[in-house]
C-alpha cells in the first residue's frame, strides 16, 4: 500500500457545483497533514492545514477521518479558477513529508 | 523578493555530463530539501538539511550529491545524468521539519 494515496482524477466538475475528493494514507502515526495546489508547469503551494476538528477557509473546507485514516477536501461553489492538481501532504516515519499522487479538477463553464 | 530561488530554471544536457542547480532562501527556514517530480507528477522527497545537517536521504543513486553551504542555501549535484534524471527538480524551505513547504518555481531538466 501506498503511503498517499489519491485519486488521480480528473474530476470534471460544472462552474458552480461542487465537488469533494479524499486522500488515504497509511502511518496511523501521522500528525501534520495538509492540501497543497499545484497549476500546470508551477510549483505547488499550501492550500490549508487539516487539523483534527477540520478546517475552513472559504469555498475550501478539509476534514480529518483518523478512523480510517483519510482527509478529504471539499470545494464548494466552484470557480474555473479552481481548476488545478491538488495533493495531499502527510508526515510519515520521520518526520518525512509525504506527497500523494495528486487529484486533478477541472472545472468547465 | 523571491522567497525560494532555485537556479537554472531550464536545463538541457547530454546523457554522463555533469550539472548542478543552485537553491537559496531567505526566509530565515531552518530546513530545506529536494524535491523530485517525474513524467507521472509524483512529488518524491530526495534529501532534506537541517541547519546544514543532512536528515533525509531517500533511495537516491549516489550520483546525486546534495550540499548546504549554509542554512540558506541547499546545491544539488548530479554526476553522469541518465535519461531517466530527466524531471523537474524542486527545492523548498520550511521553518519546521513538518511545516509548511515554500517552493522554489522548479528547475526542469532534460537529458537527451
Known amino acids: 500500500r501506498k503511503e498517499v494515496e489519491q485519486d488521480p482524477g480528473p474530476f470534471n466538475v460544472p462552474e458552480g457545483a461542487t465537488v469533494a475528493f479524499n486522500c488515504t494514507y497509511s502511518?496511523?502515526?501521522?500528525?501534520?497533514f495538509f492540501w497543497y495546489r499545484q497549476d500546470c508547469r508551477k510549483e505547488p503551494k499550501l492550500l490549508m492545514s487539516?487539523?483534527?476538528s477540520g478546517n475552513e477557509d472559504g469555498r475550501f473546507t478539509a476534514q480529518l477521518n483518523r478512523a480510517s485514516q483519510y482527509i478529504s477536501l471539499l470545494i464548494r461553489d466552484s470557480k474555473l479558477s479552481d481548476s488545478a492538481t491538488y495533493l495531499c501532504?502527510?508526515?510519515?516515519?520521520?518526520?518525512?513529508?509525504?506527497f500523494g499522487g495528486g487529484t486533478r479538477v477541472l472545472v468547465k463553464p | 523578493d523571491t522567497a525560494v530561488s532555485q537556479t537554472p530554471k531550464y536545463l538541457v544536457t547530454q546523457m554522463g555530463n555533469d550539472k548542478s542547480i543552485k537553491c537559496e532562501q531567505n526566509?530565515?527556514?531552518?530546513?530545506m530539501y529536494w524535491y523530485k517530480q517525474d513524467s507521472k507528477k509524483f512529488l518524491k522527497i530526495m534529501f532534506s538539511?537541517?541547519?546544514?545537517?543532512?536528515?533525509i536521504n531517500e533511495t537516491v543513486p549516489n550520483r546525486f550529491s546534495p550540499k548546504s553551504p549554509d542554512k540558506a542555501h541547499l546545491n544539488l549535484h548530479i554526476n553522469s545524468l541518465e535519461l531517466g534524471d530527466s524531471a523537474v527538480y524542486f527545492c523548498?524551505?520550511?521553518?519546521?521539519?513538518?511545516?509548511?513547504?515554500?517552493f522554489g518555481e522548479g528547475s526542469r531538466l532534460t537529458v537527451l
Open positions: 538539511y537541517n541547519n546544514k545537517e543532512l536528515i
Open positions: 501532504v502527510v508526515n510519515s516515519a520521520g518526520n518525512k513529508l509525504t
Open positions: 523548498a524551505s520550511s521553518r519546521r521539519r513538518d511545516g509548511e513547504l515554500f
Open positions: 526566509l530565515g527556514h531552518d530546513t
Open positions: 502511518n496511523s502515526a501521522s500528525q501534520s
Open positions: 487539516v487539523y483534527s
